[in-house]
T-cell receptor, first 114, second 113 residues
Framework: GAGVSQSPSNKVTEKGKDVELRCDPI?????LYWYRQSLGQGLEFLIY????????KSGLPSDRFSAERTGGSVSTLTIQRTQQEDSAVYLC????????????FGPGTRLTVT | LAKTTQPISMDSYEGQEVNITCSHN???????ITWYQQFPSQGPRFIIQ???TKVTNEVASLFIPADRKSSTLSLPRVSLSDTAVYYC??????????????FGRGTSLIVHP
């Protein structure tokens, strides 16, 4: 079946611009996570959604970052007024439920802020 | 939140068994241990998960001693395609608490011909 998809695969933007990154989780997965991975680093948790519950935003690095999940499916991560330090690969993952340890990751979106 | 410590890198050769050990001295009673594999330019992929003793699947084995303060991921007879970064995670998803998956920097395994 279809896995987690993300778009765009690559995004180059100028400093100060806003960007939107999209994630389509696996159908039926109620939990959705966003991570950020800088070059040579591990994954940094950003935010997670579980069903219709309020998201856990504890990992968002600043108020320039926000995310929403519409209809319990597709999610959009928005970065406002991008900075060069925002350059990274943004990964989305989904799992059957919040209590499921097995997360399925998308291919990521590589964001470059010039 | 249990913190994990893994070697930064390891080298091996095709056909050898590779053991990657993760230390998690502060693991809590409800915590599970999960390992992921990440190839370059891809998202991580779940490998195995366990709570105690030994777990085996078609990809790897996970050994957890009685005190659970460490765990060892064992990859039998590695091939070049096993070259990847391996992450050890510890946490409790089941009580609905504040478990946030922490991937750290992982162990970069390079398999040589």
């Amino acid at each position: 079946g279809a896995g987690v998809s993300q778009s765009p695969s690559n995004k180059v933007t100028e400093k100060g611009k806003d960007v939107e990154l999209r994630c389509d989780p696996i159908s039926g997965h109620t939990a959705l996570y966003w991570y950020r991975q800088s070059l040579g680093q591990g994954l940094e948790f950003l935010i997670y959604f579980q069903g219709n519950s309020a998201p856990d935003k504890s990992g968002l690095p600043s108020d320039r970052f926000s995310a929403e999940r519409t209809g319990g499916s597709v999610s959009t991560l928005t970065i406002q007024r991008t900075q060069q330090e925002d350059s990274a690969v943004y990964l989305c993952a989904s799992s059957l439920a919040r209590t499921d340890y097995e997360q399925y990751f998308g291919p990521g979106t590589r964001l470059t802020v010039t | 939140l249990a913190k994990t410590t893994q070697p930064i890198s390891m080298d091996s050769y095709e056909g050898q068994e590779v053991n990657i050990t993760c230390s998690h001295n502060n693991i809590a009673t409800n915590d599970y241990i999960t390992w992921y594999q990440q190839f370059p330019s891809q998202g991580p992929r779940f490998i195995i998960q366990g709570y105690k003793t030994k777990v085996t699947n078609e990809v790897a084995s996970l050994f957890i001693p009685a005190d659970r303060k460490s765990s060892t991921l064992s990859l039998p007879r590695v091939s070049l395609s096993d070259t990847a970064v391996y992450y050890c995670l510890v946490g409790d998803n089941w009580t609905g608490g504040s478990y946030i998956p922490t991937f750290g920097r992982g162990t970069s395994l390079i398999v040589h011909p």
